[in-house]
Each structure stands twice: as C-alpha cells, then as structure tokens.
C-alpha cells in the first residue's frame, strides 16, 4: 500500500504517512518512493525511489525558500545538466545561483543576439545608424550560445559564468531543522549468564 506525501514536510506528518501505510521502522522499516510530481522541470530524472526523506525534505525547503526567478534559474541550471546527478548536488545547487547567468524569456538564438546587441548595453548600436537594422541577430545568437556552451530553456537562457562552485552540504550533515525521519534503533535483547 502506498499513499501520496508532500513535501516540505513535519516529522508528525511523516509519522502519520508511514503508519497508515504500515511502517513502523520494527517489523517493517524497508519502503521506496514509487513516484514523484514536481513542477520543477528536468528534476524528476535526478530524484530516485530509494532517496532520504531528510533530504527530500530538506532541498524541498531549500526550493519552496526561493524567489520565483530563482526557481526559474534553478530549473533552467538543472536543464543545463551541471551540479544535479544526485540529492546532494541539488541542495548545493540551490545554494550556488549565482554561478550560472540566467536570462529569463530568452529562448532561442534570435532574442540570444537581439538581448546582446540591443538591450544589454554592450553595444552602441546608435552609432552604427541604419547600418545596424541590418544585422544577423539569430546567427549572433547562436555564435554567443556556442562559445558559451549556454542552454535555451522554455523560460530562458542560462550558461556557467566561471564563479566557483561551493559544496556546503556535504551529503551526510544534513542540519537538525530539515530532519524528519529516523527508523529506531533496534533493540538488543540480552541475557544474562551465571
């Protein structure tokens, strides 16, 4: 038997999912997760049926503590496909947004070339005249995103900018305020010898 579960979650109610699907963590402690339903983009494929709850919960935290265009930009570094091959990379990659660029709406060469030459400021296109109408933006586009090895995704564009990568969350240690879940310990019978 199984049963849906959100999360962030509490430890009370994560108590409650597994009692009413039968795991008390003494004569059954073995479960996985047979599904999952997120509207972050490209996540799914890194989240596997044997994940920690505690971790679970504590990169669900992490995202639900995050402006909607840091989401945007968390999604689109996962469609890049740096820092997101387990649970551990994501919560750090939550952390470390501001080692990609992220242009949001930008979605393919074309607005790539037009956003660099006409809007980023990098340009003097005024001193070109007329001359500049004439302009190949998609091809400038598309020669930025190759250089840059940078991704379009359905929100916008996103490469690597260089920063360096900070790995907080060491995969083990996760902090007592994301913990929800603990099997108990087993208990030891002894007896005693005279």
Not at 131 to 159: A, P
Not at 169 to 175: A, K
Request: hydrophobic share 30%; proline share 2%.
């Amino acid at each position: 038997m199984g049963m849906w579960h959100d999360f962030p979650t509490t430890k009370e109610e994560i108590t409650q999912t597994f009692k009413a699907i039968g795991i008390d963590g003494i004569n059954y402690e073995e479960f996985f997760i047979t599904d999952y339903e997120t509207e972050i983009e490209g996540i799914y494929d890194y989240l596997s049926e044997y994940a920690s709850i505690n971790e679970l919960n504590y990169l669900a935290e992490k995202i639900q503590d995050m402006t909607r265009h840091d989401c945007e930009r968390f999604e689109s570094a996962i469609q890049l496909g740096e820092h997101c091959d387990s649970l551990k990379s994501l919560i750090n990659l939550t952390d470390n947004l501001d080692c990609f660029d992220y242009l949001d709406g930008v979605c393919d060469n074309y607005d790539l070339g037009y956003y660099w030459l006409e809007e980023s400021g990098c340009y003097d296109t005024k001193s070109m005249g007329f001359l500049h109408t004439y302009f190949d933006y998609e091809r400038f586009g598309r020669d930025i995103s190759l250089e840059e090895s940078g991704v379009f995704t359905h929100k916008g564009y996103i490469r690597s900018n260089g920063e360096s990568f900070n790995e907080e969350y060491d995969g083990v240690n996760i902090p007592d305020e994301y913990k929800v879940f603990s099997l108990p310990k087993a208990k030891v019978l002894t007896k005693k010898l005279y």
